[in-house]
């Protein structure tokens, strides 16, 4: 990891790696560009690490039978009632045929909504720039643009899907959904319900949706570089930036800042089935259920995402799942990474715990070099 800070690739880097109780955490580099060194509890920006928070937030409102799998979402989000599919998905806005049914709370854990990311050049289709003109939130995350959750959510049933629901799988917008969902069915915000019900118990005291002014000594600027020029630049502030007040919209999708000990806590409880130091907060079968292949082959061929990604993983309810063996990772492990320059995978399989955490954004989809140096660091360190 030094050697990823020496050459100028990552200003700073956190390491965390747990296994049979022992914790190992490194800290490499800057939390800014010559400046203070980062720490363990530095505050990094998780981005798609939020996911599978979104996914225990809607699976304890299934467990309490408020919300369930199967159910159409019609009656909590009557926006996205009776929807229209686009013929094609380059086509005009307006060539469309009725969709084949609801969308149902599964579909929006398992991304297979029929809406989300299009991995297409900028601008490149109709409906491209219609989502990009709503503020709906298609690309980095960027808390200050979005509007309010009941705003956002009408904006996107102005639309049509992409697919019919459960036709395909794609990335994303089903968990900025199912945030809105979960606000809508506990009848408080998004961010009030995962404070309440996950970060409290599990003691997660630096994680949420921004930094308020008295943590931002420990806070990170979120940095981005040039693919093409090399040169970095600053994406977002520490002081008076984005993540540094409450957003509008609380986004399921990409929204958190954490530290790599409250990511543990969150992800020691799903690697123990449910259970925490101070109780119970799923039930195995939930947790089970989400850390297993929900994807169809069907909804695997449809899927546009990152070449390759579905040849060796798939998608349970808000994160990956290995199904082929093809680097260090036994299969079953899962996990995700965040495109701000995160990752974390547990392997049940290894009885291990990763986490990664940099200030240094991805600049393709594909996760870069660092993360795989560190997995295969982290299974290299493992002698039984």
Sequence with gaps: MARYVDQGDVPGIVTLVARRGEVAVDAV????????????????????????????????LVEEGILHLD??????????AARQVLRRMDGPLDDVVPASRPITVRD???????????????????????????????GPPSP???????????RLGTLPL??????AWMYNTGCDVLGVLVARASGTSFDAFVRARVFEPLGMRDTGFF??????????????????????????????????????????????VSTVDDYLAFASMLAAHG????????????????????????????AAFVPGFFDARSWGF??????????????????????LGSSWYTDPRAELIAILMTQEAFTSPKPPGVLHDFFTAAYAAIDD
Excluded: C
């Excluded at 992409?162 to 036709?167: D, M």
């Excluded at 570089?225 to 008076?240: F, I, K, L, N």
């Excluded at 119970?280 to 061929?301: F, H, I, N, W």
């Excluded at 994160?319 to 995700?336: H, I, L």
């Design 318 to 339: 808000g994160m990956a799942v290995v199904t082929r063996r093809d680097d260090v990772r036994s299969v079953g492990t899962y996990g995700w990474d965040g495109g």
């Design 71 to 80: 159910d159409a979402v019609d009656e909590l989000l009557p926006e996205l």
């Design 275 to 302: 259970r925490y130091p101070g109780g119970r907060m799923l039930s195995r079968g939930s947790v089970e259920l989400m850390t297993s292949d929900q994807v169809t082959p069907a909804q695997k061929a449809r």
């Design 108 to 138: 929006l854990l398992t991304f297979t909504m029929g809406f989300g990311l299009v991995m297409a050049p900028p601008g490149s289709w109709p409906v491209q720039r219609a989502a990009d003109d709503l503020a709906l939130g298609q």
């Design 211 to 256: 930094v308020p002014d008295e943590k931002l000594d420990r806070f990170t600027p979120q940095y981005w570089t040039d693919s093409e020029t090399g040169e970095r630049a600053v994406y977002d502030p520490a002081e008076r930036g984005q993540w540094n007040r409450p957003p509008a919209f609380p986004a399921g999708g990409g929204g958190l």
């Design 29 to 60: 580099g800057s939390a800014s560009v010559g400046g203070r060194p980062v720490r363990r509890n530095t505050i990094f920006r998780i981005s798609s690490m939020t996911k599978p928070v979104t996914a225990v937030a809607a699976m304890l």
């Design 162 to 167: 992409l697919h019919q629901p459960g036709e």
């Design 144 to 154: 200050g643009t979005m509007p309010a959750p009941d705003e956002w959510i009408r």
